[in-house]
């Protein structure tokens, strides 16, 4: 049921060790990348920006955080990825209190075309978040192919595991 | 048989991590024996469609005083406390 997430996931849109001094930072960089490789609009980095204002989208998951910024699919063109590591961790508002400001160390920009459709590519994206040995093999990565070895592991992990 | 629950699953988008939790909840309450209906929205949806349902799961805020009971969904992404997210939704489905 899962899909293996390196089937969305681009290596052009995977950046590793970025420096960013903010959410918006990051979200504009990895706007910027899915858009270079024709998988979402102009106005997806825009329209993400805004609602992670609104609506944050940081996970916190303990030792590493996650964010997974995503917006609505009228500024998608395909469904895919783009994942960053941070060098130093960006603060983002917490999903669950967009009043909490938690630190993010990995940023999964999430395109979206439609629900039904994408619902493997959700699981596979949540079993990554809570695979904490993947993250920090994740985040240890210095070169993309060994970002995307780290992420193979994850392919066979199932949320309902 | 007993009435199908309804459960609304929100998010922000209504499309992503709502997703996630709607398959959970459908999932474990099938195994559990616990007919449902799942419907998903955006989180400033949830008040125009909360008539006929019978709780509401949400990963981001949504409003207090919309009547029906309110369960926080986030740990179906983070895998912390999802199990007893599970029993709760059960307790109420239950009830």
């Not at chain 1, 303990?62 to 063109?77: K, L, M, Q, S, Y």
């Not at chain 1, 160390?105 to 619902?119: E, G, N, S, Y």
């Not at chain 2, 474990?28 to 007919?35: F, N, Q, S």
């Not at chain 2, 986030?74 to 307790?91: H, P, V």
């Amino acid at each position: 049921m899962s899909v293996a997430i390196l089937d969305v996931l681009d290596p052009r849109a995977v950046c590793l060790g970025v420096e960013a001094s903010n959410s918006e930072a990051v979200i504009t960089l990895l706007a910027g990348k899915l858009v270079e490789i024709g998988k979402v609009r102009s106005s997806y980095a825009g329209a993400v920006v805004a609602r992670e204002q609104s609506m944050p989208t940081g996970l916190p998951l303990g030792e590493i955080n996650v964010a997974v910024p995503h917006t609505d699919p009228e500024h998608v063109i395909a469904p895919a990825i783009a994942l960053a590591t941070l060098k130093t961790p960006v603060l983002f508002g917490s999903m669950d209190d967009p009043d909490e400001r938690i630190p993010v160390r990995i940023v999964m920009a999430l395109a979206l075309t439609d629900k039904t459709a994408q619902i493997g590519m959700l699981q596979t994206v949540a079993g990554l978040i809570q695979a904490p040995a993947t993250l920090q093999a994740l985040l240890a990565a210095e070169t993309v192919p060994a970002a995307l070895d780290a992420l193979r592991t994850t392919a066979e992990c199932d949320l309902h595991g | 048989m007993a009435r199908k629950k309804t459960v609304l699953v929100a998010c922000g988008t209504g499309v992503a991590t709502s997703t996630v939790v709607a398959v959970a909840i459908e999932e474990t309450m099938k195994e559990r024996g616990i007919p449902v209906v799942i419907r998903q929205c955006k989180a400033t949806e949830v008040r125009s469609l909360i008539g006929d349902v019978d709780l509401v799961v949400a990963t981001t805020p949504v409003p207090n005083d919309l009547g029906k009971p309110v369960v926080k969904g986030l740990s179906f992404l983070t895998g912390i406390g999802k199990a007893q997210t599970l029993d709760e939704i059960e307790r109420i489905l239950r009830a």
